[in-house]
């Protein structure tokens, strides 16, 4: 309880909380980051999150229908297996008390801070600090872990009206509950990820349903199952069983790296595969090719559902092709003129993955925010994880990690391998900022899009949001996963430049690591 306040003059404001490490964001990526400092015996640090709990977008996102397209058992920590999951493909609400579960295990919810909106981040050269503020006040850190993720900030579309629309009117990641639908004339905007889960949902319970489709995706079967009380038991106590299940799921999706990334030639089966799942699902023949799509599988993200053609197929609903011209007070006018009144809109848009809001406030060496450096040359970093004019800040999810066949988690684990080891390498040899060099980065990045020339998201015959306005695959890894974990293995000094934390001039960062090379063979002579 607190006295009422009778002094009406300003307040100076309070002093910055001071941390050695600031963790942005609580998901996967964040909560695994603030779980390794722990293990690394690292406990100044904080974590701050604008929900009110863990979990990310599986807290955020909480629509019908809302699951997870990775195997669960790719979809957890290797350091906390889930022998509880109950289906093959997880529902959303298991995978939040997944998440939930392992923070109580790992206690690191102490280190959280809650209902915390990071307004911006500014790198500060005279105190070599990252000066951050937040709806609950400015921090300063050394170092800033961005975990903010992809599918954080919901995309809106751009349509001529849709302010004005009078009725309930949602993003699929803000998912109104206390809005009833049932009976009413809803429309669904977009055929993505989340459209496809949540058309099935709305189709058995509204009275009317139309789905507007910009691009027709390519759609395969969902191998989702219960799991068997035998199988639980084998997850729980057989040593191993898990881990063996695990590795060969694991296997199995790296195949797929072959025709994703090498030669687009061996994508053929699956698209097969596709083909045939839709001719099964959907008899009509003009329905049949509204659905199907004009590129190669695998060059917009592959979707898995068994009742998205079917829910498309029930008398009551409606695709919609002919794009949409505006919306009105009550209803939504396509490109023909037709006009289909509704009583609901549900966004299923997607979400700002290469143009996140949130970097537009956080401002580099240079006085440039993330967003302007990402305008002038397309987002480009140094294995996901470092950007050039961003001293002491590493990027979680970053730039060409994203994959589109396995678990981002396996990504995100590996990432936290190379920035745990990056602070461990701060601290152990007294270095006060690091920065990678721009010319690594540049020779990082080149390299990577030669590898990604060939494959079919640059030759698949789709518009997709994996390039960037120059052209360039800004999102994607271009090879096997465990390429990627082999190189974010250890921390490579030599790739940045370093300031010693005493007052002495820049020294280059393959300077700095052969003295930390000799520092470690004297180590090792006065070991022996």
């Known amino acids: 309880m607190s006295l009422p306040v009778t002094d009406t003059a300003a307040k100076p404001q309070a002093a910055p909380r001071e941390v050695d490490t600031l963790i942005i964001g609580s998901g996967f990526a964040g909560l695994g980051a603030a779980i390794k400092l722990v293990q690394a015996g690292k406990r100044n640090f904080l974590v701050l999150e604008r929900g009110s709990d863990v979990g990310g977008t599986w807290r955020d996102n909480t629509y019908p229908g809302a699951a997870c397209d990775v195997p669960s058992q790719l979809y957890s920590y290797s350091f906390a297996l889930n022998p509880d999951w109950t289906r093959s493909f997880s529902p959303q609400p298991e995978i939040q008390r997944y998440i939930e579960s392992v923070s109580r295990k790992y206690n690191v919810l102490d280190k959280h801070v809650f209902n915390c909106d990071v307004l911006s981040a500014h790198w500060n050269q005279a105190t070599a600090r990252w000066d951050v503020e937040t709806t609950q006040g400015p921090f300063v850190a050394k170092i800033v872990v961005s975990a903010i993720g992809a599918l954080c900030e919901p995309s ?296 990604l020339a060939s494959s079919v998201w640059n030759n698949g015959g789709c518009a997709s949001w994996y390039l960037d306005k120059h052209g360039n695959n800004t999102t994607l890894w271009p090879g096997f996963t465990f390429e990627f974990r082999n190189i974010t293995r250890k921390f490579d000094l030599a790739a940045y430049d370093s300031v010693a934390v005493k007052d002495l001039p820049t020294v280059a960062g393959d300077e700095i690591a052969a003295e930390i090379a000799h520092d470690i063979d004297d180590e090792k002579v006065a070991a022996e």
């Open 156 to 451: 809106l579309p751009d349509i001529k009206g849709i302010e004005g629309f009078e009725g309930e009117i949602f993003h699929s990641s803000r998912w109104n509950h206390e809005a009833d639908l049932t009976g009413k004339r809803v429309a669904v905007i977009g055929t993505g990820a989340s459209a496809i889960q949540i058309v099935p949902q709305l189709a058995s319970k509204v009275s009317r349903l139309d789905v507007y489709q910009r691009t027709a995706p390519w759609i395969l079967p969902r191998a989702d199952r219960e799991y068997t009380t035998l199988e639980h038991l084998a997850f729980k106590y057989v040593p191993g069983f898990q881990r063996l299940s695990r590795l060969g799921i694991y296997l199995m999706r790296e195949t797929q790296v072959v025709g994703l990334a090498k030669a687009p030639v061996f994508m053929k089966p699956l698209q097969f595969a596709a083909q045939r799942h839709l001719r099964r699902q959907i008899k009509d023949p003009v329905l049949r090719k509204k659905v199907t799509p004009n590129f190669q599988i695998g060059c917009k993200r592959m979707l898995i559902s068994n009742n998205y053609f079917p829910a498309l197929t029930k008398p009551s609903t409606d695709l919609v092709t002919d794009g949409i011209a505006e919306v009105t007070a009550t209803g939504i006018v396509d490109r023909t003129g037709t006009t289909r009144e509704v009583d609901a809109i549900v966004v299923a848009t997607g979400f700002h993955v290469t143009d996140s809001p949130t970097f537009a406030g956080i401002y580099g060496r240079d006085g440039r925010s993330a967003a302007e450096v990402f305008e002038a040359s397309g987002q480009q970093g140094y294995k996901g994880s470092a950007i050039a004019n961003f001293p002491n800040m590493f990027f979680l999810v970053g730039p060409n990690t994203g994959l589109g066949h396995s678990s981002m988690v396996f990504m995100i684990e590996s990432q936290l391998n190379y920035v745990v080891d990056a602070i461990e390498t701060i601290e152990r040899h007294g270095i006060g900022t690091v920065e990678v060099r721009q010319e690594a980065q540049d020779e990082y990045n080149k390299d990577l899009q030669d590898k």
